[in-house]
T-cell receptor, first 111, second 114 residues
Framework: KAGVTQTPRYLIKTRGQQVTLSCSPI?????VSWYQQTPGQGLQFLFE???????NKGNFPGRFSGRQFSNSRSEMNVSTLELGDSALYLC??????????FGQGTRLTVV | AQSVTQLGSHVSVSEGALVLLRCNYS??????LFWYVQYPNQGLQLLLK??????LVKGINGFEAEFKKSETSFHLTKPSAHMSDAAEYFC????????????FGTGTRLLVSP
């Protein structure tokens, strides 16, 4: 079966712009989590969606937002980009027994 | 709240040697524990998981880990390292709270020399 698909793989944006990242989970999975990975902070939880509802949110500013559609695909949006937002953004498709399957990630570079 | 500590940001072994990557956790409720591997510019691949069944867990690529509640540890081992094992390894913890949030350690980079 198909894995977790994240698009795009690479993105370069300018400070102040906004960006939208997409994640298509494994078929049948209704929960999607997002993580930010940076050399300084490591892997940090952004938020989790289940059946179009945000169930949990990490400690990130309001510039970071997300949503989930009825087909379980999820998007995350970052507005007013800052240099420090440069990171690998990982999406996890969550199975029912707490297993998380990760996509390849989107590498965002803010210049 | 849960947390994970990985001892050693870098571990170097020779090909064929034992691999031991250390992970200690903290959790106020029974934890679920995971090891993930990450190759450069890739996502995370699940190696193995502990979810309160057998304490010795076998994973992919010859890796295994043992859950020791008394030591709050979940160390990852492999009897014989291969060059292809060179990667970064992350230990993670979560609980069965109804939503999925993994708390990761800082990672250990495994270097394998010929």
């Amino acid at each position: 079966k198909a894995g977790v698909t994240q698009t795009p793989r690479y993105l370069i944006k300018t400070r102040g712009q906004q960006v939208t990242l997409s994640c298509s989970p494994i078929s049948g999975h209704r929960s999607v989590s997002w993580y930010q990975q940076t050399p300084g902070q490591g892997l940090q939880f952004l938020f989790e969606y289940f059946s179009e509802t945000q169930r949990n949110k990490g400690n990130f500013p309001g510039r970071f937002s997300g949503r989930q559609f009825s087909n379980s695909r999820s998007e995350m949006n970052v507005s007013t980009l800052e240099l420090g937002d440069s990171a690998l953004y990982l999406c996890a498709s969550n199975g029912e027994n707490t297993e998380a399957f990760f996509g390849q990630g989107t590498r965002l570079t803010v210049v | 709240a849960q947390s994970v500590t990985q001892l050693g940001s870098h571990v170097s072994v020779s090909e064929g040697a034992l691999v031991l990557l250390r992970c200690n956790y903290s959790s106020s409720v029974p934890p679920y524990l995971f090891w993930y591997v990450q190759y450069p510019n890739q996502g995370l691949q699940l190696l193995l998981k502990y979810t309160s069944a057998a304490t010795l867990v076998k994973g992919i690529n010859g890796f295994e880990a043992e859950f020791k509640k008394s030591e709050t540890s979940f160390h990852l081992t492999k009897p014989s390292a291969h060059m292809s094992d060179a990667a970064e390894y992350f230990c993670a913890v979560t609980t069965n709270t109804g939503f999925q949030k993994l708390v990761f350690g800082t990672g250990t980079r495994l270097l394998v020399s010929p």
